[in-house]
């Protein structure tokens, strides 16, 4: 592939001159409809070292509007980088709608450049280049424009620039010692380039290879296809129409199951039952999280469950932990700064770091719940959501999380119950809102709803756990056992 590109093709200087300024043009005015639009816009800009990729942003920058457009140089991992999911740090940098976002290096750093000095086993390559695919399609799919450059050197070329950056007191400290290593191993890191690119040129975000050896040629190229990428996704997004949303559904399909109906809810604990266990359980999982900090295992537990179902109480008990090593996250309605987002980013920058338990109150499955029942996502986003869900829930698993997924059931009868409780308890109103008497109407539908989303999204290794919660001591013990359990399986493994 690499090795049919004409690294002959050049331009001359009047020529890119009259081109370049054109272009520039072209991108500021893109820009600025992207912003109307509210159109975001990713760049990776990928290739040798020295391959002019720093001239090129320079260029960029020049021209753009800094408040709609961001560079963001990827460096070498931080120590709190590493206790995250590779791809934890890119998400950090995406863009908010309507702004432009240029990687100078990016994701594919972890299959070329850390794979080339072994920091990545060879057996995670697959795993890692799936998890990109997935990564870009889901930015294609919520919007974002995605163009992808690989900019290509021959070795002499690639010699010849590095050694003359290296003789360059002003530019010296720009070449590594990485660097001379791409040129000792020109033919194995091409055969790595190579792969990366067959692997993960998608239709959502195909590769755009570009002839390097004229920097002038390699400008105009990538300006050219930028410009081309983002006039495209404008015309896409001013042309999109809604398809026609279905009715609500209240009824599973005969052939789905209705795992929640299977569920034995008179389950219960006598108080003293309650008491001597719920003891024995919380002793035991402080002795676990000892272990999950000495072998650093990432640890998220996730609460979702009818209103009034016992989640707050589930998890006060759950938490009589070192207060150091665990943090619960409540989640609400998104703020204006998430809506400007993908939905999964604001939980990407809450996950816990390895040797630490995580608890969300509350997860992305308000997508396939509450946004699906009340109309806040359309029919495609929400029918989609449930392979994005099961793509992020295994790019934790394979990260070394252990994920555990409650969901606490409880019948309409006690629902009301405990909501007319509420209603009579001065301490206990600010829990009963409108919202809970209206969720409380739609019963049928988030029962719909949450039967499809565990039929969908429970897999091997992020399987959902549903606890019978009439009875509050019952739920509470069995989430403890369920956590405890999930943890020591995994230290088994470690």
Known sequence: MLDNLDLNLSLDKETYSEEIEALMRQLRSLQQNCWEKKLSAIVVLEGWAVAGKGALVKKVVGYMDPRGFAVHPIWPLTPQEQKYPFLWR??????????????????????????LFDRVKRSEIPTIMRHINSFERQMAD??????????????????????????????????????????????KYTAFAEEMLIQTSTGPAPWTLVEGDSQ???????????????????????????????????????????????????????????????????????????????????????????????KGGAIKRLTNLDPRSYEVTAFAAPTDAEKAHHYLWRFWRNLPTAGKIGIFDRTWYGRVFVERVEGFATEAQWRRAYREINEFEAQLTDAGYVLVKFWLHISPAKQL??????????????????????????????????????????????????????????????????????????????
């Open 142 to 187: 919520d919007g974002v424009a995605i163009t992808k450059f690989w900019i290509h050197l021959s070795k002499k070329e690639l010699k010849r620039r590095l050694k003359k950056y290296a003789e360059d007191p002003r530019d010296a400290w720009r070449v590594r010692s990485e660097d001379w290593q791409q040129v000792k191993n020109y033919e």
């Open 90 to 115: 890119f998400w950090q940098k995406l863009p908010r709608y309507g702004s432009i976002s240029l990687f100078y290096h990016s994701w594919y750093t972890h299959v070329l450049e850390d794979r």
């Open 216 to 310: 002038r040629w390699a400008r105009v190229k990538v300006l050219t296809t930028i410009a081309s990428t983002i006039r495209e996704a404008l015309d896409k997004h001013q042309g999109f129409v809604p398809g026609p949303t279905l009715p609500a559904q209240e009824k599973l399909e005969p052939t789905e199951p209705d795992f929640l109906a299977r569920v034995d809810l008179n389950e219960s604990l006598s108080s003293e039952e309650y008491k001597k266990q719920l003891k024995e359980e919380q002793v035991g999982l402080r002795q676990l999280q000892r272990s999950i900090f000495q072998h650093q295992v990432p640890v998220l537990c996730l609460f979702e469950g009818w209103d009034a179902a016992g």
């Open 417 to 494: 119950e405990r909501f007319t409780a509420r209603k009579h308890d001065p301490f206990k109103q600010y829990k009963l809102t409108e919202e809970d008497w209206r969720n409380r109407e739609k019963w049928s539908l988030y029962d719909v709803a949450v039967n499809q989303a565990i039929g969908r999204t429970n897999t091997p290794t992020a399987p959902w756990t549903i606890i019978p919660a009439n009875n509050k001591y019952y739920a509470r013990v069995k989430v403890i056992q369920t956590v405890s359990e999930a943890v020591a399986a995994k230290l088994k493994r470690h």
